[in-house]
């Protein structure tokens, strides 16, 4: 048993060492997709947000010397709970596959590492690197 342990050992050390460098593969590129998409939408949102700004100040100006200076600032206020409510729609409802970005080397590893092993438990031989089936 030490004998299998010894040999075994150095083996799944390597083993792990590949599961954390495919696993920082992962961070890093999930890292750097986040931080582009987080600057592009704070600039977009900075720019909106200017534009929104401008906007509401132009309407309140065409409609502040006419019976409709209220209705104008309801109907801005409204619109604008109209506008935040469909861009937070998408964002708050589940979707069917949210881990699908994160890790999925890693994921297919393990998959790939379960089949494995149930294979050489299960008695049905050994399958080496290039044999292996998916199974999808």
């Known amino acids: 048993m030490r004998a299998l342990i010894g040999r075994l050992l150095p083996a799944l050390l390597q083993h792990l060492d590949a599961y954390a460098e495919v696993a920082g593969e992962d961070v890093r590129e999930v890292t750097a997709w986040v931080a ?21 100040a132009w309407i309140l100006v065409l409609a502040w010397d006419t ?6 600032a309801g109907g801005l206020a409204l619109t604008f709970a109209a506008g935040a409510f469909a861009l937070a729609w998408p964002a708050l409802k589940r979707r069917p596959a949210p881990d699908a970005l994160f890790f999925p080397r890693v994921r297919g590893e393990f998959r790939r590492d379960r089949e494995l092993m149930e294979r050489a438990f299960n008695g049905r031989g050994k399958a080496g690197n290039g044999d292996e089936s998916r199974a999808g």
């Open 36 to 56: 582009r998409r987080l600057l592009a939408l704070l600039v977009a949102g900075a720019c909106a947000f200017i534009s929104l700004l401008m906007f509401c």
């Open 67 to 72: 019976p409709w200076r209220a209705w104008a």
